[in-house]
């Protein structure tokens, strides 16, 4: 029985990194028809909301929607707004497979926000893999050979540390709001600042356009719950290296829908990075510490099922 469930939440988890690497090539389709940045974050939060709002209703149940701690809610979802920019930004001016690679340094800047904000000890083996992480970043990326946009770079890793913050904030969050309060929150204030700004940047679209936009909401949200079910059957440590099968499919969906292979650097390097991440979170879990709090890439899940580590202060 135990096998079957570890085998449930592995085929989740995998599902849903599909999905999110789909949701971030139907990023790339509707700006390359004319939509703009603050359209695709609007767009992937509304249409998220009755996903998310349905599961649950199906699951928790609509009365777990309330909230006492809104002021928090909007910190995060100032937060994950900010974070989201970079990481839409990272979409569009990366190739999808070099954007999903820089997208794994989330643990490496997880062990140095954890020693320097949580003060959880980090030893020379996890600081080796950090510097490890990075030299498979530089690989990537190629500094100064105009491989990828150096400033498409920077952007991708901008996101991965925000990811890295974000994931805190919400490890406070997670003391009173369970996983589906605090995604819809998120979704539901989030769209405040971005509708206001949407008459700003909103033009007309075609049809197929508009069945992109949807699709990134739907396809987001529903992306967005398989990860919380993943965590439902087995534990993080064991579902976590799924995430890394995201590169598999954004090396697919790039060569399929844009015609675009990764350069045989991104093959070295990509390696490289995963490696450090499995090392960093393996070390955690061998000597029985917390794992680094956005190891898993559904942070709202994530933060909802732990409990704040000792070294954790309110935020």
């Known amino acids: 029985m135990n096998g079957d469930r570890t085998?449930?939440?592995?085929?989740?988890r995998l599902l849903a990194v599909m999905m999110l690497t789909f949701m971030g090539a139907l990023i790339k389709l509707a700006e390359g028809r004319g939509a703009k940045l603050p359209e695709l974050m609007l767009f992937r939060q509304l249409f998220a909301i009755p996903v998310v709002v349905s599961w649950v209703a199906l699951g928790s149940g609509l009365a777990t929607l309330r909230t006492q701690r809104l002021g928090a809610h909007a910190t995060r979802?100032?937060?994950?707004?900010?974070g989201m920019a970079f990481t839409f930004g990272a979409l569009l001016l990366l190739p999808?497979?070099?954007?999903?690679?820089?997208s794994f340094t989330v643990p490496i800047f997880a062990t140095i926000l954890s020693a320097l904000v949580l003060k959880e000890p980090t030893g020379w083996h996890r600081w080796a893999a950090v510097a490890i992480g990075?030299?498979?970043?530089l690989i990537v990326t190629q500094p100064g050979s105009g491989h990828i946009p150096v400033f498409g770079a920077l952007v991708g890793l901008t996101s991965a540390l925000m990811i890295s913050i974000i994931a805190i904030q919400l490890r406070q969050l997670g003391r009173t709001e369970n996983a589906g309060t605090t995604v819809f929150w998120f979704s539901v204030l989030s769209c405040i600042p971005l509708g206001i700004a949407y008459p700003l940047f909103a033009v007309?679209?075609?049809?197929?356009?508009?069945?992109?936009?949807?699709?990134?909401?739907?396809?987001g949200g529903m992306g967005q719950i398989a990860f919380t079910a993943a965590l439902r059957f087995a534990p993080v440590s064991v579902v976590m290296p799924m995430d890394y099968s995201g590169l598999i499919w954004a090396t697919l969906f790039g060569w399929l829908l844009f015609g675009a292979l990764p350069d045989g650097w991104t093959f070295i390097g990509a390696p490289v990075i995963v490696a450090s991440g499995l090392?960093?979170?393996?070390?955690?879990?061998?000597?029985?510490?917390?794992?680094?709090?956005v190891i898993a890439a559904d942070e709202e899940t994530?933060?909802?099922?732990?409990?704040?580590?000792?070294?954790?202060?309110?935020?």
Not at 134 to 137: D, E, L, P, T, W
């Open 302 to 315: 994530d933060a909802a099922r732990r409990r704040p580590a000792s070294g954790d202060r309110s935020t």
């Open 134 to 137: 990075f030299a498979g970043v």
């Open 7 to 12: 085998m449930t939440g592995l085929g989740l």
């Open 77 to 82: 979802a100032a937060l994950g707004l900010t």
């Open 279 to 293: 090392y960093i979170f393996w070390r955690e879990r061998r000597l029985g510490l917390r794992a680094s709090p």
């Open 204 to 219: 007309t679209h075609d049809a197929a356009t508009w069945a992109l936009l949807i699709g990134i909401g739907v396809v």
């Open 96 to 102: 999808l497979a070099e954007a999903t690679a820089i």
